[in-house]
């Protein structure tokens, strides 16, 4: 069973930088697309990021592009997501996801989720 747990999530300032994680049991992580996406209060769960496998192609929402970066240690099993420039449209639960098979681009496994809160 796959498991997913983020971490790092928290309060800060508008122009604040944080660093969540995603650490992942259950599955051959470095056989696994991994990706982030994030729910704000009323809206849809949307797309953040994604990485490939070996971490060699990444993807990015428009919205994020240049402000965050997605990364992956594959001898941790863990994901990460950079987040500088933070603006208070960013506040959001912020889930961690894995593919739905090895190789796969389409996610079918998620985190609880974390909060990230930016203050103006």
């Known amino acids: 069973q796959v498991q997913l747990v983020e971490s790092g999530g928290g309060l800060v300032q508008a122009g604040g930088s944080l660093r969540l994680s995603c650490a992942a049991s259950g599955l051959t992580f470095s056989s696994y697309t991994m990706g982030w996406f994030r729910q704000a209060p009323g809206k849809e769960r949307e797309f953040v990021a994604r990485i490939s496998w070996r971490g060699g192609f990444t993807y990015y929402a428009d919205s994020v592009k240049g402000r965050l970066t997605i990364s992956r240690d594959n001898a941790k099993s863990t994901v990460y997501l950079q987040m500088n420039s933070l603006k208070p449209e960013d506040t959001a639960v912020y889930y961690c996801?894995?593919?739905?098979?090895?190789?796969?681009?389409?996610?079918?496994?998620w985190g609880q989720g974390t909060q990230v809160t930016v203050s103006s």
């Open positions: 996801a894995a593919g739905v098979s090895p190789y796969k681009s389409d996610f079918g496994s």
